[in-house]
């Protein structure tokens, strides 16, 4: 063929540029599903742990909320020291309580003889 004229396409080398614009494509669509897959398994993973956060601050409040109603150490103290005061008003009532069993002994002993007494004088 003469100058200017055009040449036969060669069908080849189109094939292999096809080919290779192909193999690109496949590559990049593979890619990007790998990274389309780990970021949805990124975001799922966030999501868990997001609820995980949240019921931990919940517990932490209700925990910090039980605390804030727990007495000091300084008001427990206070509490031994009225309870060991509180024993020993109640050792010195038992020992006021026997006085009065005593008593009270003597006098049904004494119930006792005086009913007898008036029983046998009839």
Do not use: C
């Amino acid at each position: 063929m003469g100058p200017g004229l055009m040449e036969p396409f060669n069908w080849d080398a189109a094939r292999l540029f096809f080919e290779i614009i192909i193999a690109v494509l496949a590559g990049g669509n593979i890619i990007y599903s790998v990274l389309a897959r780990r970021t949805q398994a990124t975001k799922e993973e966030l999501t868990k742990m997001d609820e995980r956060a949240v019921k931990l601050k919940l517990r932490v409040a209700k925990i910090e909320t039980e605390l804030d109603h727990t007495p000091t150490r300084d008001a427990l103290n206070a509490l031994t020291a009225k309870f060991s005061d509180l024993h020993g008003d109640m050792k010195a009532l038992n020992a006021k309580l026997e006085g009065i069993k005593d008593l009270q002994d003597v006098m049904r002993s004494q119930t006792t003889m005086i009913d007898r007494f008036l029983r046998e004088s009839k």
